[in-house]
């Protein structure tokens, strides 16, 4: 059973869609189960201004996808990097074990956006 939280995020997601000039991209997917996440994120001053995601996949993959968005959104780059597959599970008060995989994808994805980004960074 699915808390309110993960119905609100999945009914009303939070910062749907692409940045097109993104400084970060993080791509993660569960062969499994066929989630993809795509995590998208616009640095400024070593703080995330904005975070987008297009994710596809279950009802907890949408609604961790726009739970991750709403953690990091304001947060500098190591309190971002600091957000844990927990916390995510923890803010929407909770998900069902079998679908505890979602939380991890949606952490992973803005760690691998990140990352992107400090890469990105180091090479210019």
């Known amino acids: 059973m699915y808390s309110e939280k993960v119905m609100e995020h999945f009914s009303n997601p939070r910062n749907v869609g692409e940045i097109e000039d993104a400084d970060g991209i993080g791509e993660v997917g569960n062969p499994v189960c066929g989630d993809m996440m795509t995590i998208y994120i616009k640095v400024n001053d070593g703080k995330l201004t904005d975070v987008k995601f297009k994710t596809f996949g279950c009802g907890a993959a949408i609604a961790t996808s726009s739970m991750i968005t709403e ?14 597959r927990e916390d995510v599970a923890e803010s929407l008060d909770g998900l069902p074990p079998v679908k505890m995989h979602c939380s991890n994808l949606a952490a992973d994805g803005l760690h691998a956006a990140i990352e992107d980004y400090l890469n990105k960074s180091r090479s210019t």
């Not at 953690?71 to 957000?83: M, P, S």
Request: proline share 0%; net charge negative.
């Open 71 to 84: 953690l990091a959104k304001g947060k500098t780059i190591e309190e971002a990097l600091e957000i844990s």
